[in-house]
């Protein structure tokens, strides 16, 4: 056996598994020959099939140990040789088995004269459901021919049982039976709020339907086809000016595609293909390899590689299976939760807003954009929680409790009503916000805030009326873009922004220039050269992008204009880096006005221009350009990345730096002073003023324009009425000056004093 090769070896066992597969046999006498065939082909006196039932790995078959054993022999998950690779899903390779410190003897067996010992688990949906066994009398570790073939055949098996019904439901739909109750896992807030639905994978698992290959030069063709396409794909990405996940994208990439041009990787999908499996089953059978070698790696680094090269099979199997579509392509059936990896922006738009009640991920942080969007669609969302499919299943039901960072996953009929009861308390902590809709947000000492929603979608004008806001301080016109397959013709954008001021009224609407770039991507929009970029945040992106492709801004500023004819324009320019930047856009506005004055065009009554300030560059120009500008927002999510160094969408980052740090309060403060002289109007337009005690610093600073998410706006209301802001102004003159240790211990010790509630 030794010589022979593990692809002969395999496809031996392979044809003789696939007559007895084609036998009419029942289920039981299949496995009785499956053991004789495995046990004869491998010189083994024994071969033993153990599957989980009720929880226990019970002995099915075997060759070689005691007939009267069969059915009454059980181990549970962890407990001997057996429990063991079941419970760490990875191969067990042994000379001398009893001197494996998790050996446990079953006399009934009759095994004690068998020294060697190899095992594999039978994985069904990444998960182990059983386990195949060899035993030998001579002390003899298998050579590694042996264990493949082992595992190619455990494959094999794999699909027999299942369709042979001879496992419980809950193994084989991929949850072993120690998780089939309920887990609580913990995660980051990233949007606070409640939700209850089943769980939905954004890529769904691929189901593989075949185990073995009726020709085999045909599925090695389509793996090499699969591979054509993934590497494109891969290539393409790094054309895309865009891409990537912050500044470790090119690190990311480079990943990739040492792992899409593995020949090592290649080869051994081919020779699992030449033992007799179909393209996805190979595909699988040495992901599962991986997996194994992932358990026993300590080295974190090579640990994140091999998550890398984990995530690329999980690609080729989708394009070889043509199983490429996400569950929003597919459609929600229900209250649903959702769980990924990481989300663009766009692609959480593509789901049902209705039936989506919350977002799991594996990454994230407080100001990525997906996380801004999520927040504006009122969706809870949690980050940072680690395994997911490890300890969920498609379908499974959870609640997700947002405000305080956990997952209840399975929960008991009791967790249920305590969840349901929280959730009546919200909602009647929501209803008494709502009731604040036509009291103005005014403090204790009688000072008017101005509380303004944001806002990205024609859908969102509702939220105006329902909150009692003052406007909209953001309407973030890109929203539209981003759902957009193609470039939104100029007669669909002036729809858009025309039904925005209708629906406002008399009420302001700000409508901030097309933001696109960065975590922001758009197929249809690439660099003219095609190179990628090292710091996508800090690129080609948002004003820049604009008045590169001046025709964008152009299309953008007459439709602009002719929604808002006859009314007041609202606008202002993102990430405006010098005052020349400002200029030009305004420039572009000014030409597209002259050009509909001369077509006779109404324009409109005025327009009032204002920038956004989320480079810290341009705070230092602020004394040139103050007097041009009608109003000023600070957009907080991207200057506290810019101020820090530190990329939003770095999960390693998420919660190193404060909102609160005095770095942050110090800057807004002096833009705050430098602006005043001038009349500018000032307005925080980030995430930062939605959160209570955040809000509470920033009245503190002097600034009295909000622009927050619609949910917040209830919050806000409530805190600015119990606020003295004469008060809060002098303390916050105090800890400037001299720093407290932190910054947020003394913000919440002040206000727990006054008995503010800034949870």
Not at 114 to 140: C, K, M, N, T, Y
Not at 201 to 225: G, K, M, N, S, W
Not at 489 to 505: H, N, S
Request: proline fraction near 4%; charged fraction near 25%; include cysteine.
């Amino acid at each position: 056996m030794a010589m022979q090769s593990a692809v002969a070896a395999a496809r031996a066992i392979l044809t003789s598994l696939h007559e007895v597969m084609a036998s009419r046999a029942g289920a039981q006498a299949k496995l009785n020959q499956v053991v004789e065939v495995i046990g004869e082909s491998l010189n083994s006196e024994v071969c033993s099939i153990y599957l989980l039932r009720e929880g226990m790995l019970e002995l099915f078959a075997t060759r070689g140990l005691n007939q009267s054993a069969v059915h009454v022999t059980r181990l549970a998950v962890g407990e001997g040789l057996v429990g063991t690779i079941a419970e760490r899903s990875e191969t067990l390779n042994l000379a001398e088995a009893a001197a494996h410190p998790d050996f446990a003897f079953r006399p009934e067996t009759g095994e004690e004269k068998f020294h060697s010992f190899a095992g594999v688990p039978i994985v069904r949906r990444e998960r182990a459901v059983g386990v195949l066994g060899v035993q030998h009398v001579d002390p003899r570790r298998y050579e590694e021919v042996e264990i493949e073939a082992l595992q190619t055949v455990a494959m094999v098996l794999s699909e027999l049982i299942a369709n042979a019904e001879l496992i419980d439901e809950e193994e084989t739909l991929g949850v072993p039976a120690h998780l089939t109750g309920p887990e609580r896992l913990k995660g980051l807030t990233l949007v606070k709020g409640l939700g209850a639905g089943m769980a939905v994978f954004h890529q769904p698992r691929v189901t593989i339907e075949h185990i073995v290959a009726e020709d085999i030069e045909a599925e090695r063709q389509r793996v090499y086809l699969a591979f054509d396409k993934m590497r494109e794909q891969i290539e393409r990405m790094a054309q895309q000016a865009e891409f990537g996940v912050g500044g470790e994208h090119e690190e990311v990439l480079e990943t990739y595609k040492m792992f899409a041009y593995d020949e090592g990787w290649s080869r051994r999908i081919n020779e699992a293909i030449d033992s007799g499996l179909t393209a996805e089953a190979a595909i699988e059978r040495v992901q599962q390899r991986t997996r194994m070698r992932m358990r026993q790696i300590d080295d974190a680094l090579l640990a994140d590689r091999m998550h890398d090269l984990e995530d690329l099979s999980n690609r080729l199997l989708r394009i070889v299976s043509g199983q490429l579509g996400t569950a929003a392509s597919h459609g929600l059936r229900g209250d649903t939760i959702l769980i990924a990896r990481n989300l663009g922006p766009a692609e959480l738009l593509e789901y049902d807003r209705r039936r989506l009640k919350g977002v799991i991920l594996e990454e994230g942080s407080l100001t990525a954009h997906v996380v801004i969007v999520a927040r504006a669609m009122g969706v809870p969302v949690i980050g940072r929680v680690r395994g997911m499919r490890g300890m969920v299943r498609e379908g499974d039901p959870l609640l997700l409790d947002a405000d305080q960072g956990v997952i209840d996953v399975r929960p008991t009929p009791a967790m249920v009503e305590a969840f349901e009861g929280r959730f009546a308390r919200n909602r009647e902590r929501q209803q008494a916000y709502a009731a604040m809709r036509d009291l103005e947000p005014v403090t204790r000492d009688g000072q008017r805030i101005t509380v303004m929603i944001n806002a990205g979608l024609r859908d969102d004008t509702p939220m105006l009326s329902l909150t009692g806001a003052d406007g909209i301080g953001l309407f973030r016109t890109e929203f539209q873009f981003l759902v957009s397959a193609t470039l939104p013709a100029r007669e669909r954008q002036t729809r858009l922004y025309r039904d925005v001021l209708d629906a406002a009224g008399d009420r302001p609407v700000v409508f901030r220039t097309v933001d696109i770039g960065g975590d922001k991507v758009l197929p249809y929009l690439r660099h003219n050269d095609g190179e990628s970029e090292e710091n996508p945040a800090m690129g080609w992106r948002a004003l820049r992008v604009a008045l590169e492709r001046d025709g964008l801004l152009k299309v953008q500023a007459r439709a602009l204009l002719e929604a808002a004819a006859g009314r007041t324009l609202n606008v202002m320019f993102p990430m405006v880096t010098e005052p020349w930047e400002f200029d030009a856009a305004k420039a572009v506005f000014d030409g597209q006005i002259a050009f509909l004055r001369r077509q006779k065009k109404i324009v409109p009554e005025a327009v009032r221009y204002g920038a956004m300030l989320e480079v810290p560059a341009l705070a230092e120009c602020l004394d040139v350009l103050a007097p041009r500008l009608a109003f000023l927002s600070i957009g907080t999510n991207d200057l506290t990345q810019f101020l820090f160094a530190a990329d939003r969408a770095n999960p390693k980052l998420a919660e190193r730096y404060d909102w609160l740090s005095p770095a942050i309060l110090r800057f807004l403060r002096r833009v705050v002073t430098t602006v005043a002289p001038h009349g500018t109007l000032v307005t925080v337009c980030g995430e930062m003023g939605g959160r209570r005690l955040e809000a509470l610093a920033l009245l503190g600073l002097g600034i009295d324009r909000l622009s927050i998410t619609p949910a917040a706006v209830g919050p806000i209301k409530e805190l600015v009425r119990q606020i003295d802001t004469a008060e809060i102004r002098a303390a916050m003159d105090g800890w400037l000056a001299a720093p407290p240790p932190s910054m947020r211990a003394a913000l919440q010790e002040w206000a727990a004093a006054r008995g503010i509630d800034c949870e």
